[in-house]
T-cell receptor
Framework: GEDVEQSLFLSVREGDSSVINCTYTDSSSTYLYWYKQEPGAGLQLLTYIFSNMDMKQDQRLTVLLNKKDKHLSLRIADTQTGDSAIYFC??????????FGAGTTVTVRA | DAGVTQSPTHLIKTRGQQVTLRCSPK?????VSWYQQALGQGPQFIFQ???????QRGNFPDRFSGHQFPNYSSELNVNALLLGDSALYLCASSAPGLSTDTQYFGPGTRLTVL
């Protein structure tokens, strides 16, 4: 089945690290993605991880994948006000479609 | 390098009308997918077009139809609009020949049905 779940809200102080968690159900997912959506805008691809990897780092972003528990996380180091947005976790189903979570709203406070 | 573009940006229609949304894929991409994002929710897959054919379809009624042109651009048509069709419609393009088949999204078309 396809069902991606995320916590809905995260509040973080500027300069701290943010960690956004996601669980997915389709064990055949090849790739898992993180997208960012700012108000009134489309989705911006942040990063992705192949299912045979357990970690990927890209500048301030670190993705951790626990395939056994079907758990994905995104860590943003040194969170800035520009990181305030909705973050979506998505799994690739059959290489055709993406199945998204409901999104985690991240608010960065000074 | 132009990204994914969509038109129009905003659209207001009344119940029962028909609407056509347009999408041009990122340069070098040949596959277009459409998603519906209702307020406060994640995007839901409508369908995907490749080689001018609908390759896969999500759980949407036949009122939702599409087309892909030889230049890989695509249209999404929705007939007999309902209030519940109000949403942000997102187009994404990808290139299956690449290893990741990563989908890149356009800015979306905001459809309001009154």
């Amino acid at each position: 089945g396809e069902d991606v779940e995320q916590s809905l809200f995260l509040s973080v102080r500027e300069g701290d690290s943010s960690v956004i968690n996601c669980t997915y159900t389709d064990s055949s997912s090849t790739y898992l993605y993180w997208y960012k959506q700012e108000p009134g805008a489309g989705l911006q691809l942040l990063t992705y991880i192949f299912s045979n990897m357990d970690m990927k780092q890209d500048q301030r972003l670190t993705v951790l994948l626990n395939k056994k528990d079907k758990h994905l996380s995104l860590r943003i180091a040194d969170t800035q006000t520009g990181d305030s947005a909705i973050y979506f976790c998505a799994e690739s189903i059959n290489d055709y479609k993406l199945s998204f979570g409901a999104g985690t709203t991240v608010t960065v406070r000074a | 390098d132009a990204g994914v573009t969509q038109s129009p940006t905003h659209l207001i229609k009344t119940r029962g009308q028909q609407v056509t949304l347009r999408c041009s894929p990122k340069s070098g991409h040949d596959t277009v997918s459409w998603y519906q994002q209702a307020l406060g929710q994640g995007p839901q897959f409508i369908f995907q077009y490749y080689e001018e054919e609908e390759r896969q379809r999500g759980n949407f009624p036949d009122r939702f139809s599409g087309h892909q042109f030889p230049n890989y651009s695509s249209e999404l048509n929705v007939n007999a609009l309902l209030l519940g069709d109000s949403a942000l419609y997102l187009c994404a393009s990808s290139a299956p020949g690449l290893s990741t088949d990563t989908q890149y999204f356009g800015p979306g078309t905001r459809l309001t049905v009154l």
